[in-house]
């Protein structure tokens, strides 16, 4: 007999997942308008809505197989564009920056869900009642924001973890790694469909965790 499916943690996981790609998209566009490039602003994407980032199968199909299948719960958004030529002075630099802020920001989303735990008391019958399912919602909100900085800080593109590293490279190194930009997912799902993801993802993963307060 099939499991059972849990909406209500499904919808849960669900939800924590979408605002966490939202913070995620904005995040980067905060960050290039503040460094010289309105391109997202104008577009809109500096927002908390989730409409603006939604993309239906990164955002919402995969992401809930995923999470009925008990697979590591990933997902994207629309990428945020970047126009370089408004990044005066440094471009490089200013270009990391963006890319980083995207997991930066999901780190921060895990630290405050971390905090917001140890503020909940959960013991005793009432407080199991009644604050359970909000001490269930962040814990979601840690374990999903930690695994999503650290899986888009893998140094692969089109993910965060690629565009720093090209950033990092000298100009003809960097040429070259980006000819792998198109085949960026296939390698992904390559590193997710064998141990590749777990020895890249889970080692950094657990100690981040192990870091939340």
């Known amino acids: ?14 939800l924590v997942l979408l605002f966490s790609l939202t913070v995620h998209e904005a995040a980067h566009a905060l960050t290039a308008d503040r460094l010289g490039d309105p391109t997202a602003r104008l577009l809109g994407r500096v927002s908390l809505n ?11 199909v995969l992401p809930l197989i995923a999470i009925i299948s008990n697979f590591p719960v990933l997902g994207w958004a629309k990428p945020v564009p970047v126009n370089i030529t408004r990044l005066r002075g440094h471009w490089k630099r200013k270009y990391m920056l963006i890319a980083a802020a995207g997991p930066a920001s999901n780190l921060v989303l895990a630290v405050l869900g971390s905090l917001v735990l140890h503020l909940v008391p959960v013991s005793g019958a009432l407080q199991e009642a009644t604050l359970a399912p909000l ?3 962040f814990r979601e909100v840690v374990f999903i924001n930690v695994l999503l900085a650290v899986f888009n800080m893998v140094p692969v593109p089109p993910l ?12 003809n190194l960097a040429a070259l790694f980006d000819q792998i930009r198109p085949y960026g997912f296939l390698l992904l799902y390559a590193l997710i469909l064998t141990n590749g993801f777990d020895m890249l993802v889970g080692p950094p993963y657990n100690f981040l965790l192990s870091w939340m307060p």
């Open 135 to 137: 001490a269930e919602l």
């Open 1 to 14: 007999m099939p499991a059972q499916i849990d909406f209500a943690a499904v919808f849960i996981t669900f």
């Open 160 to 171: 965060d973890g690629g565009n720093v590293l090209a950033g990092l490279l000298p100009r």
């Open 50 to 60: 989730p409409a603006v980032h939604v993309d239906p199968l990164g955002t919402i």
